[in-house]
């Protein structure tokens, strides 16, 4: 089981670290799906089978297949490969590693000083989700559907087309 | 030549031609004043000609005997008048060397491919032409091939090469430009053919698309040129029958009809009755089987495929009885001049009945399974739509007319070969829609049906060929009695029948819409110049005008329900 | 054993199926189909597979290599590992999972990748177009094929498929939930793109669509993977809304067999009777009609089930 975890982790870094450094959109989106599916192990292992699968429904599914949507409507030549090449030079990316860094930094400390997360509970199913979610956290799931509605009606806004203009 | 004069006449004292032309009043113009006239005969004439019908030349450097004035070269000029049922023809004499008129192009839109296959031919110049180019041949092609300098056979040309270099420099021609981006969208160009299964046939449309929207449509024509019109030349004019027959590869024995009215009418050949029924029985029986080749191949562009495996079985039905009386199937160059080859067989008419008592059951389920079919419906109303005004300007006729509520049918309008004899409708549709054009070609099939069971209790007797020196091939009986007749009969076997010198045209309704022929005989045993106007070829420049701002399943759809065949747009 | 077992006979199955459906089409477009090879024209498969396997598997030089090469292979083991929670019979079966549906929407989901990627890979505009198309249809018909199977995971109170198999003793859930099962049908056609619902590949508009520029091998897997996954929308059909394995008289494997064989015939035989909609008919049908329909659905049964 450990092990499993380990090589789960050591994918989801090593193609984060990739899909942020790749010159390509749709290579770097095809790594940013590797790094969702090995989350939704960890997920799976950690004993909730639930959020894995719903990791990868909305996430690697719907989500990132709208993205590939987006960029493959918007088409990428050879100008934004060179563009990201741009982008990925050091002066670029030194500042926004060196502040991450620090937060990595942070998240080790309170991690060791708090002792690693106590094992899993055992499997957590779809009925715990579930309740838990009309439960106790019934306020914070109404809110963000609030927040969903409002993305929706702005959706709908600037997708609209005025009467008789050209389609 | 009519009793009051032809208003052309009265406003521009222009020479009529009277000796020529048959059955067409025909005028000559000055270059200078052509476009003057185009604009009158159009726009401001009483009952005005409002479709430029045709468009073309002819070389006549070489003619033995021309009434008319002098000139080298004359440009043709062929409008219809639907509300006084006439035509005109005006004609344009111009020099070979460097000939130029101007353009007809801000008159008609229809004049552009027009004026350009003259170009592409006869290397006529049309001033202030938006888009002077080549169309039916490629682009480096050199010379002006109905120009009667030019070759007609590969073996006159010297050997064909097509080293790497030159193939390349052949592709590297047919690239098309890319569009510029605008500020808000990138435009995809989309090379659709010349290979792809939605354009029925060597078909080159390159489409600007914005997303999955139409923004411009190019359709690159002539992959599919046999020249047809220069094979007429060098063919006796009896021998030219089995090409017509590949004009409309579909129509079949449709396409001889014109030519050979058009030749009779020179030859001054009556057909007898028997022959003419025999004609029509086959035409009507060609037409519904292209409108189920069309039918089929329609709903399988929609994504129906079984209505095409059900078609084609009764299309091969059809078929059967064409291969029974003519022993050839899609192209049996049955007609001769004068009449037909041979007699009906035996049997001919329970063949005939049956097709007729089968066919209603077949025709009523295809309504159920395409025509009332809700996505077939979706995915056809409201699609490719024009109005009766612009289909008359763009040259549109046939179904594709008819559809938009007008209900002119030649064989209504100008019985021909024997059409008034027969009772039938003429039905049209309202929303010239692709729905109404299918609407239009279902309920046609239905009135062949009518026609071809009249042919069928009402069959005359008589000869089925005319009795006439120069019907073809002339009888042999005779022959074998006197010597006079012997040699008649091996020159009108070897050499082909002469035609009388003069100019003749005849259009009928083909399936596809017009089709027309222009014949001219300078007394010899091929024609001078034929010319074939089709009717794919104007409802095929129609094309951009139609599916502007629709999706590219649309244009699937619009290609479908134009009904076209490539080897009628490209001759 | 199990696990090898189910794949060689689904594999089996899609292929047989392939020469089912060239048979029935012929049969019902009165036409032969492939009769020559072997009995019935039953190898004409076997021809097909080693016609497939020995062909130049060609990568065109303008693709995306990488890519190219993933995207089949992604349909390929979606299509294959979703059947891991297919309950045959009782005792067969490969997993039995408490999320055992979501697991199949995940791998539906992620089977759109290899469709998607293949029309990018390709590099080529007609793939491209295909791409983008079934990028949209499968995000819209993927989002009320769950709302969809809300509907039996009500009823069934669980994910998982053996549990909503043991639900339907009384009752199949198409009585209940009729609604839901045609939109799941509805759905299911358009995850696997099968007519109507082809237009990723519509041969008379974008030629094949995303699959234009793939051959051989290639070609061989999207082309097995499509009857893949017809047989596993039909079996899916039969374990959610036809009780499964439940029958009489019959062994339930037997009955398994039947009822994913009708539905496989269900699908055939809408690809020889129905045309196909335009692009943003279908996007309409699926947002304004299908996902109101699902989501009312849920709400009464919702409602009837809390009463």
Same mark, same amino acid.
């Given at each position: 089981m450990?092990?499993?975890?380990?090589?789960?982790?050591?994918?989801?870094?090593?193609?984060?670290?990739?899909?942020?450094?790749?010159?390509?959109?749709?290579?770097?989106?095809?790594?940013?799906?590797?790094?969702?599916?090995?989350?939704?192990?960890?997920?799976?292992?950690?004993?909730?089978?639930?959020?894995?699968?719903?990791?990868?429904?909305?996430?690697?599914?719907?989500?990132?297949?709208?993205f590939l949507f987006a960029v493959m409507l918007l088409g990428t030549g050879p100008d934004a490969v060179a563009t990201e090449r741009q982008a990925l030079r050091p002066r670029t990316w030194l500042g926004p590693a060196a502040l991450g860094l620090v937060l990595l930094a942070e998240l080790v400390v309170a991690l060791v000083r708090r002792g690693a997360a106590a094992a899993p509970g055992g499997m957590v199913g779809p009925e715990r989700v579930g309740l838990a979610l009309v439960g106790p956290y019934l306020l914070a799931v109404e809110i963000a559907s609030m927040l969903l509605v409002a993305a929706l009606v702005g959706a709908v806004h600037l997708g609209r087309r005025e009467e008789g203009e050209p389609r | 030549m009519e009793a009051p004069a032809h208003p052309i006449v009265q406003r521009f004292a222009a020479r009529a031609v009277a000796d020529e032309?048959?059955?067409?009043?025909?005028?000559?113009?000055?270059?200078?004043? +052509?476009?003057?006239?185009?604009?009158?005969?159009?726009?401001?004439?009483?009952?005005?000609?409002?479709?430029?019908?045709?468009?073309?030349?002819?070389?006549?450097?070489?003619?033995?005997?021309?009434?008319?004035?002098?000139?080298?070269?004359?440009?043709?000029?062929?409008?219809?008048?639907?509300?006084?049922?006439?035509?005109?023809?005006?004609?344009?004499?111009?020099?070979?060397?460097?000939?130029?008129?101007?353009?007809?192009?801000?008159?008609?839109?229809?004049?552009?491919?027009?004026?350009?296959?003259?170009?592409?031919?006869?290397?006529?110049?049309?001033? @202030?032409?938006?888009?002077?180019?080549?169309?039916?041949?490629?682009?480096?092609?050199?010379?002006?091939?109905?120009?009667?300098?030019?070759?007609?056979?590969?073996?006159?040309? @010297?050997?064909?090469?097509? %080293?790497?270099?030159?193939?390349?420099?052949?592709?590297?021609?047919?690239?098309?430009?890319?569009?510029? %981006?605008?500020?808000?969208?990138? +435009?995809?160009?989309?090379?659709? @053919?010349?290979?792809?299964p939605g354009t029925h046939g060597v078909l080159r449309i390159v489409l600007d698309l914005d997303g999955e929207r139409i923004v411009d449509a190019r359709p690159d024509i002539g992959f599919h040129h046999r020249g047809a019109e220069k094979m007429?030349?060098?063919?006796?004019?009896? !021998?030219?029958?089995?090409? !017509?027959?590949?004009?409309?590869?579909?129509?079949?024995?449709?396409?001889?009809?014109?030519?050979?009215?058009?030749?009779?009418?020179?030859?001054? +050949?009556?057909?007898?009755?028997?022959?003419?029924?025999?004609? +029509?029985?086959?035409?009507?029986?060609?037409r519904i089987a292209s409108h189920l080749v069309w039918y089929g191949t329609f709903a399988q562009d929609l994504g129906a495929l079984s209505p095409v495996f059900y078609m084609f079985t009764d299309r091969e039905r059809a078929f059967q009885i064409v291969e029974a009386i003519c022993g050839a199937r899609m192209h049996p160059g049955w007609f001769r001049i004068g009449g037909v080859a041979q007699d009906l067989p035996r049997g001919w008419d329970g063949l005939v009945r049956e097709f007729c008592e089968h066919m209603p059951d077949r025709l009523r389920e295809y309504d159920r399974m395409v025509m009332k079919n809700p996505i077939f419906q979706a995915r056809t109303r409201g699609i490719g739509a024009y109005t009766t005004a612009q289909a008359i300007e763009w040259g549109v006729t046939g179904p594709g007319l008819r559809a938009t509520g007008l209900g002119w049918d030649f064989r209504k309008k100008r019985p021909y070969g024997g059409y008034d004899h027969f009772e039938f409708d003429i039905p049209t549709a309202a929303a010239g829609d692709s729905y109404?054009?299918?609407?239009?070609?279902?309920?046609?099939?239905?009135?062949?049906?009518?026609?071809?069971?009249?042919?069928?209790?009402?069959?005359?007797?008589?000869?089925?060929?005319?009795?006439? %020196?120069?019907?073809?091939?002339?009888?042999?009986?005779?022959?074998?009695?006197?010597?006079?007749?012997?040699?008649?009969?091996?020159?009108?076997?070897?050499?082909?029948p002469v035609i009388p010198a003069g100019e003749a045209f005849c259009g009928v309704e083909a399936t596809k819409g017009s089709n027309g022929y222009y014949l001219v005989s300078d007394g010899d045993v091929h024609p001078y110049r034929v010319r074939i106007r089709t009717p794919s070829f104007p409802h095929m420049q129609m094309l951009p005008a139609i599916s502007r701002g629709l999706m590219v399943s649309d244009l699937v759809t619009i290609l479908g329900s134009i009904d076209f065949v490539l080897a009628d747009v490209d001759r | 054993m199990m696990p090898l077992a189910i794949l060689l006979g689904v594999v089996t199955f899609a292929g047989g199926l392939v020469w089912a459906e060239r048979r029935l089409?012929?049969?019902?477009?009165?036409?032969?189909?492939?009769?020559?090879?072997?009995?019935?024209?039953?190898?004409?498969?076997?021809?097909? *597979?080693?016609?497939?396997?020995?062909?130049?598997?060609?990568?065109?030089?303008? *693709?995306?290599?990488a890519l190219f090469v993933l995207a089949p292979a992604l349909v390929m083991v979606t299509a294959l590992l979703s059947f891991a929670v297919v309950p045959v019979a009782p005792g067969i079966g490969v997993v039995g999972s408490n999320v055992g549906l979501l697991f199949f929407l995940a791998m539906t989901s992620m089977g759109a990748w290899g469709v998607v990627l293949a029309g990018w890979a390709s590099n080529s505009k007609y793939s491209l177009l295909g791409g983008l198309r079934s990028a949209a249809q499968l995000l819209t018909y993927e989002a009320f094929m769950g709302l969809s199977l809300c509907g039996v995971v009500i009823l069934a109170g669980s994910f998982d498929l053996r549990e909503i198999v043991l639900a339907q003793r009384r009752v199949w859930f198409v009585v209940p939930q009729i609604v839901g099962c045609l939109t799941f049908l509805v759905a299911g056609l358009a995850a696997i793109h099968r007519l109507p619902f082809d237009l990723p590949e519509a041969e008379a508009e974008l030629v094949a669509g995303y699959h234009s520029e793939y051959s051989g091998m290639k070609f061989a897997m999207f082309f097995v993977a499509e009857y893949v996954g017809i047989t596993l929308i039909s079996a899916l059909s039969a374990v959610l809304f036809f009780g499964g394995w439940l029958g009489p008289v019959l062994?339930?494997?037997?009955?398994?067999?039947?009822?994913?064989?009708?539905?496989?015939?269900?699908?055939?035989?809408?690809? *020889?009777?129905?045309?196909?909609?335009?692009?943003?008919?279908?996007? *309409?049908?699926?947002?304004?009609?299908?996902?109101?329909?699902?989501?009312?659905?849920?709400?009464?049964?919702g409602a009837i089930v809390l009463s």
């Open positions: 450990n092990a499993l975890f380990w090589l789960a982790a050591a994918v989801a870094v090593l193609s984060t670290a990739l899909a942020i450094s790749r010159p390509s959109p749709v290579r770097g989106l095809v790594y940013f799906v590797v790094s969702l599916l090995a989350v939704a192990v960890i997920f799976f292992l950690l004993g909730a089978p639930f959020v894995a699968a719903f990791e990868v429904i909305l996430y690697a599914g719907g989500i990132m297949v709208l | 032309a048959r059955d067409v009043p025909t005028f000559w113009i000055d270059a200078a004043r +052509i476009h003057e006239v185009l604009t009158f005969l159009k726009d401001e004439v009483e009952r005005p000609y409002r479709m430029l019908y045709d468009l073309t030349a002819i070389d006549e450097r070489m003619r033995r005997a021309a009434p008319g004035p002098p000139r080298e070269m004359t440009v043709v000029y062929h409008l219809l008048s639907l509300e006084r049922n006439q035509d005109v023809r005006l004609k344009v004499a111009v020099p070979s060397e460097a000939p130029a008129v101007p353009t007809a192009t801000d008159i008609w839109p229809s004049a552009s491919w027009y004026e350009r296959e003259v170009w592409d031919m006869f290397g006529v110049k049309f001033d @202030g032409h938006p888009d002077l180019r080549r169309i039916l041949m490629p682009p480096t092609w050199r010379g002006h091939p109905l120009r009667k300098d030019h070759p007609a056979r590969a073996t006159e040309m @010297g050997v064909f090469e097509l %080293p790497d270099e030159r193939a390349q420099a052949e592709e590297e021609a047919m690239r098309s430009a890319e569009r510029e %981006p605008t500020d808000s969208t990138r +435009i995809l160009t989309l090379n659709l @053919g010349p290979q792809h007429g030349e060098r063919q006796s004019w009896h !021998t030219f029958i089995p090409y !017509t027959d590949r004009i409309d590869y579909l129509g079949g024995v449709v396409n001889e009809l014109p030519y050979l009215l058009a030749v009779e009418a020179l030859a001054g +050949i009556e057909v007898p009755d028997r022959a003419k029924v025999i004609r +029509i029985m086959l035409c009507e029986l060609f109404a054009r299918a609407e239009v070609r279902v309920a046609e099939m239905w009135q062949s049906l009518r026609i071809i069971e009249q042919c069928v209790n009402d069959m005359p007797g008589g000869p089925v060929k005319a009795d006439h %020196p120069l019907a073809t091939p002339p009888p042999k009986e005779r022959a074998l009695h006197d010597i006079e007749a012997l040699i008649t009969h091996f020159l009108g076997v070897s050499w082909g | 089409l012929a049969l019902w477009q009165d036409r032969y189909g492939p009769n020559r090879v072997g009995p019935f024209g039953l190898l004409q498969v076997v021809a097909d *597979a080693i016609k497939l396997l020995t062909k130049e598997d060609w990568v065109p030089p303008f *693709a995306d290599r062994p339930p494997i037997v009955w398994f067999f039947l009822k994913t064989s009708f539905f496989v015939g269900f699908f055939i035989l809408l690809r *020889a009777a129905l045309p196909r909609p335009r692009f943003d008919q279908l996007m *309409a049908f699926g947002w304004k009609v299908m996902l109101p329909v699902s989501l009312a659905n849920l709400l009464v049964t």
